[in-house]
T-cell receptor
Framework: GAVVSQHPSRVICKSGTSVKIECRSL??????MFWYRQFPKKSLMLMAT?????????EQGVEKDKFLINHASLTLSTLTVTSAHPEDSSFYIC?????????????FGSGTQLSVL | RKEVEQDPGPFNVPEGATVAFNCTYS??????FFWYRQDCRKEPKLLMS???SGNEDGRFTAQLNRASQYISLLIRDSKLSDSATYLC?????????FGQGTILTVHP
């Protein structure tokens, strides 16, 4: 089956630094990728939808200058948390959709646990 | 009103029990529906899609009621390995929305 690789799986950083998370589709071209954030015992919250070659669409309340998304190729999307603060500590998960159909299955990365000290 | 609402549980059931989860959604234009399973600090994994006519996969049965805007998941003969969080997922036009999840614990 399709595989989505997310890296790194865990990051611990100091407040004020920037952290980049990569999401790669390994055996298919992902025209659309999604970035989610999940706080403990909460559900996944969609942060943004990333389409290859165009600007990401951010959900209400998500700062686009804080969470930079780049989807430069059909197999790679990156999320950069700029000037991270302790409140940004969370579990970040990406997912990729292979086709354009609304019924197309999503493939998830394994997630990145970000801890900002 | 939340776009997707689930009873967070937790549901604690003995092995062999039958348990049912419900989920309601607010956007009547939603086109596709799913149940995902998520283990602690892992990525969600697709359990099954939900079709209008209802569908079954082994011990799992999913149903959709468009008129009432709810979907359900029934698990029969619960196993210890079924312990997880079950996420109801609705797709109102290419934008998957997750419910908060229902925690299931199956005990011996």
């Amino acid at each position: 089956g399709a595989v989505v690789s997310q890296h790194p799986s865990r990051v611990i950083c100091k407040s004020g630094t920037s952290v980049k998370i990569e999401c790669r589709s390994l055996d298919f071209q992902a025209t659309t990728m999604f970035w989610y954030r999940q706080f403990p015992k909460k559900s996944l919250m969609l942060m943004a939808t990333s389409n290859e070659g165009s600007k990401a669409t951010y959900e209400q309340g998500v700062e686009k200058d804080k969470f930079l998304i780049n989807h430069a190729s059909l197999t790679l999307s990156t999320l950069t948390v700029t000037s991270a603060h302790p409140e940004d500590s969370s579990f970040y998960i990406c997912s990729a959709k292979r086709g354009a159909s609304t019924n197309e299955k999503l493939f998830f990365g394994s997630g990145t646990q970000l801890s900002v000290l | 009103r939340k776009e997707v609402e689930q009873d967070p549980g937790p549901f604690n059931v003995p092995e062999g029990a039958t348990v049912a989860f419900n989920c309601t959604y607010s956007n009547s234009a939603s086109q596709s529906f799913f149940w995902y399973r998520q283990d602690c600090r892992k990525e969600p994994k697709l359990l099954m899609s939900v079709y209008s006519s209802g569908n079954e996969d082994g011990r799992f049965t999913a149903q959709l009621n468009r008129a009432s805007q709810y979907i359900s998941l029934l698990i029969r003969d619960s196993k210890l390995s079924d312990s997880a969080t079950y996420l109801c997922v609705v797709n109102p036009i290419n934008r998957l929305t997750f419910g908060q999840g229902t925690i299931l614990t199956v005990h011996p």
